[in-house]
Structures are given as structure tokens and as C-alpha cells.
């Protein structure tokens, strides 16, 4: 298993460009994928989960080429997917899964999906469930778990009560709902990431976002679209991180994301007493903006349930934060967190506890008591990006040497991670 070995980090600072939002990422290309014409997307983010979400729309009949900055995607259109040869294979990324599986069931080819051993351990009946009520039909005979069947047919909008915030969910629904008959309304936990609901008008299409509530027509036709993929805030939460934490830190960030259902990570560093300057530079369809983190004394804060949406990502690097402020943080309402690429409550605990750090986990989060020093340890990845990288910022200020076990996991998310990390710390 690759390994990285890092220490503590005399210096931090300078001007990272920061690689495309994955979220985004992956719905320029599913969109464009849907859309009548060539879609032309800049700076998409190259990395493992995104090539899945290529692979896979490949797979079914799309042409996807780079030129430079720009991704291009000729759009299936009216003329409907062809149907794919063997299995179409998610890799690691359950947002390609669960909105493939939107995308596919009412758009009449028939396909299995299935992943890597983190992916298929995953549950999916969450996705499936809606979907079925739209009249879809899926093979899940894997309990609730891929590989699975979707069998393609003509489907029927419904009114739907989310009960998990997730925006994997939300748009394998919407996206079901602009090929179905009759309208789709999705209420309930609708606060997630919102992406779709922004790239959809981009797109030509109609969606109608209310308090609570999004909406989606039936029978639409999309048309190619030019995005601009910002900077993705959950891979820039490593680096303010790392600002905040090495004595005399500083990062400058251009063009992140400052989407309002992405920055909870921002608003929580605000309130521990981070020392953050956010200027926002352009608005449509995405708020993206300049961003200057400086180190500074931290704070304990508690996070609340309705917060976690906007920070999921971001809760292994908070827990290393916490560990370096004063007082206790607490994060509650985040159950998600241990059905991600591992049980990242857990894979937070473990490797917190083998550097030092006083942690408590909670069946929904978790409880650090801050202010203890790090010692280098060795880490487990658990094969989960967010986890190597989150420990790989703990070692920039921990005693000793940390051997980050799995590290190549980062290439889902941030191929140039640890490249990065070396140019900011010498
Ligand atoms: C994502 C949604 C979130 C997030 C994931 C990406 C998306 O998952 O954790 O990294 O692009 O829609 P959930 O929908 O499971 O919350």
C-alpha cells in the first residue's frame, strides 16, 4: 500500500490554484451528457471520481474530449443513450452511481452499475426508493447495495418527502423528474448542496426552488451550456486549515466556490476565530470568489445538525481543527458521516487517537476536546481521500513523524495534494 511520510511543517503559505469543484464536476458533464449540442466545460476537476462519471457516460454512448482547459461533451439529445457493453463501473464515487441511477431510470436503456469495495458497500435502496415510485425498475439483489440493474422505462413525477439531506439523492430525483410525465416535487430535506437546481436553468431547463420545496416539469429537453467550473471549497478546506494551524500560515485562494450550501466550513473557522477574508467576484450561476486565511488562535464551537449539510465534507479536517483549539468542539445531526467512502466517525477517531488527540464519538458525530499537542503517528486512510488528506494537515503540526498509510487515495479528489503540499510548506 503507498505510503507518505510527512513532518512538522516549518512553514505554510502562498497561492495554491485549487483544482475544479467535484460536485460540479460531475453534473457538467451528466448534463451535458442530457443536453442537444456540445457542452463545453472549463476546468473540470481531473481526478478518480470524475473519470468514473466520464467512463461510465462513455460507456453509454457520449463523446468526452479534452482540449486544453475545456472538456468538451457531445450530448446525447433526443437521439437516447446506447446501450452500454458489460458493467459500467462507478469506481469509488457514489455521486455517479446515485445520479446515474436517476439519470438512466426513465431514459429507456438498461444498465448495470457497480464500484469498488468502499462503493459497494454503500447503501442505494435510499435512491432506488423514490425512483420506484416514479415507476422505475431496479435489480437490488445485493441487499442494499450495488451492483445493481436499472432497467430504463418511461417513468411518472411524483411528490416526494425527503428524509436524508443529501444532494445525491435530490438530483437522481430531479433529474428522473425532467424525463418523466407530469411534474416532480421534492420537498423536505432539500437544503443540500444545490448545483442541480443552478445548473439546470443553465441548461435550458426549468426548475422551481422555494423554501422547502424544489420542482421540476416533466418531458424537458436540455441544451448545451458553457461552465466555468470554480475552485471546489471542500479540497480549499485543507488548505485554510493548514493556514490557521502552522505558526505564521497564510493562503491566498482565487475563484472558490461560495455557493451558500457549500460554505458552512467558512462560517464555522469565522466562529472560531479564524482570521478569513472572502471577497466574492462573480455571481452566476455559482457565487465564487477570493479567499485570504491567515493563522490564528481557534476556539471550540459547537456545530448543529442544521449546519452539517453545508459542511459534511469538511468534518474530518474540523475534527483535526478542534483538536487545536481551545476548548471542546461538538458536531451533532452528522449520522451520514459513517455511510461516506468509509465510516469517517470512526476513521476520525482511530487515526485522532494514535496522534494524541482526546476524541469521543457519537452514534450522529463526534466530541474533541481541544488544546492537546499531536505526536506523529501512523495513519490509516481507509482507502478514503478526505481522510488522508485531513491527517496529512494534522502532521504539518504534530511532533515527529506520520506515515500516512493508502495515501494515493487523494487522486479521487486532489491528484496534485501532496505536489501542493510540498510547494506551500518549503
Ligand atoms: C455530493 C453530495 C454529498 C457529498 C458528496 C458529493 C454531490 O453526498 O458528501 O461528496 O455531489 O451531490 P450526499 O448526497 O450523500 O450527502
Known amino acids: 500500500m503507498p505510503t507518505t511520510t510527512l513532518s512538522r511543517a516549518a512553514r505554510f503559505g502562498g497561492r495554491p490554484r485549487l483544482p475544479g469543484d467535484k460536485s460540479i464536476s460531475h453534473r457538467g458533464l451528466i448534463l451535458g451528457a442530457l443536453a442537444e449540442g456540445r457542452t463545453e466545460v472549463v476546468d473540470l476537476l481531473e481526478s478518480g471520481d470524475v473519470q468514473s462519471t466520464a467512463r461510465c457516460l462513455r460507456a453509454l454512448g457520449v463523446a468526452i474530449a479534452r482540449e486544453g482547459a475545456s472538456t468538451f461533451v457531445d450530448g446525447i439529445g433526443g437521439r437516447g443513450f446506447s446501450t452500454p457493453e458489460g458493467v459500467l463501473d462507478c469506481g469509488n464515487s457514489g455521486t455517479t452511481m446515485r445520479v446515474l441511477m436517476g439519470v438512466l431510470a426513465g431514459r429507456g436503456v438498461a444498465a448495470t452499475l457497480t464500484g469498488d469495495a468502499s462503493l459497494v458497500r454503500r447503501p442505494m435502496r435510499r435512491v432506488a426508493e423514490p425512483l420506484v415510485r ?36 435530490k438530483t437522481a430525483i430531479l433529474l428522473a423528474g425532467i424525463s418523466a410525465s407530469g411534474r416532480t416535487r421534492v420537498t423536505g430535506e432539500v437544503g443540500s448542496r444545490d448545483h442541480t437546481e443552478r445548473l439546470l436553468p443553465h441548461f435550458g431547463g426549468a426548475v422551481e426552488v422555494a423554501p422547502g420545496r424544489v420542482e421540476v416539469p416533466g418531458d424537458q429537453r436540455l441544451r448545451a451550456a458553457r461552465v466555468h467550473v470554480p475552485g471546489d471549497p471542500s479540497t480549499a478546506a485543507f488548505w485554510m486549515a493548514a493556514a490557521c494551524l502552522v505558526p505564521g500560515g497564510h493562503v491566498e485562494l482565487e475563484r472558490v466556490s461560495l455557493n451558500p450550501t457549500r460554505t458552512g466550513f467558512l462560517r464555522v473557522l469565522e466562529r472560531m476565530g479564524a482570521d478569513v477574508r472572502v471577497e ?93 499537542a499531536l505526536r506523529g503517528a501512523a495513519i490509516d486512510s481507509f482507502h478514503d481521500h478526505r481522510i488522508a488528506m485531513a491527517f496529512s494537515i494534522a502532521a504539518l503540526v504534530a511532533d515527529g513523524e506520520t506515515v500516512v498509510h493508502g495515501s494515493e487515495c487523494v487522486g479521487i479528489s486532489y491528484p496534485a495534494f501532496f505536489d501542493t503540499l510540498r510547494d506551500l510548506t518549503t
Open 280 to 372: 466574492v467576484t462573480e455571481a452566476h450561476p455559482e457565487p465564487v470568489g477570493r479567499m485570504v486565511v491567515r493563522q490564528g488562535a481557534l476556539r471550540g464551537v459547537v456545530v448543529a445538525p442544521d449546519e452539517v449539510p453545508s459542511l459534511i465534507d469538511e468534518l474530518p479536517m474540523l475534527a483535526v481543527l478542534a483538536s487545536q483549539a481551545e476548548g471542546e468542539t461538538s458536531v451533532s445531526g452528522a449520522e451520514e458521516l459513517r455511510v461516506k467512502e468509509t465510516d469517517r466517525i470512526e476513521a476520525v477517531a482511530t487515526n485522532l487517537r494514535a496522534m494524541g488527540g482526546r476524541i469521543e464519538t457519537r452514534p450522529d458525530g463526534f466530541v474533541v476536546e481541544g488544546g492537546g
Open 134 to 169: 416514479m415507476g422505475a425498475r431496479f435489480d437490488l439483489t445485493n441487499g442494499d447495495c450495488a451492483p445493481l440493474t436499472v432497467h430504463g422505462t418511461r417513468l411518472h413525477g411524483i411528490d416526494y418527502a425527503l428524509k436524508i439531506a443529501s444532494a445525491q439523492i
